[in-house]
Nanobody, 118 residues
Framework: VQLQASGGGLVRAGGSLRLSCVAS????????IGWYRQAPGKQRELVAGISSGGVTNYADSVKDRFTISRDDAKNTVYLQMNSLKPEDTAVYSC?????????????WGQGTQVTVSS
């Protein structure tokens, strides 16, 4: 499966953005999908994830501000980001994974830059 992330940009603190991760070459519904971010000089971190069954999880730093959702008919997973803060500035990437013969198969899309100005 190939993943294409989009929707990043420059926004002021308190603003909103919606990121999209479109899957092609496979059926997105069978994958767990995660949004990760990496800021300069920092490790990549999981921001939000949604399982193939629709169960969601969030990093504490984004709870109540970010919402992950999926539209399997469109093979797309969204990350709605509200009340953005300068510390949310990072490159955001999406990941798809599924168990294949007991091993996790992981697929990554290219990142999209999110910059939040104060």
């Amino acid at each position: 499966v190939q993943l294409q992330a989009s929707g990043g940009g420059l926004v002021r603190a308190g603003g909103s953005l919606r990121l999209s991760c479109v899957a092609s070459g496979g059926t997105a519904s069978i994958y767990d999908i995660g949004w990760y971010r990496q800021a300069p000089g920092k490790q990549r971190e999981l921001v939000a994830g949604i399982s193939s069954g629709g169960v969601t999880n969030y990093a504490d730093s984004v709870k109540d501000r970010f919402t992950i959702s999926r539209d399997d008919a469109k093979n797309t997973v969204y990350l709605q980001m509200n009340s953005l803060k300068p510390e949310d500035t990072a490159v955001y990437s999406c990941n798809a994974r599924r168990l294949v013969w007991g091993e996790w198969a992981n697929y990554w899309g290219q990142g999209t830059q999110v910059t939040v100005s104060s």
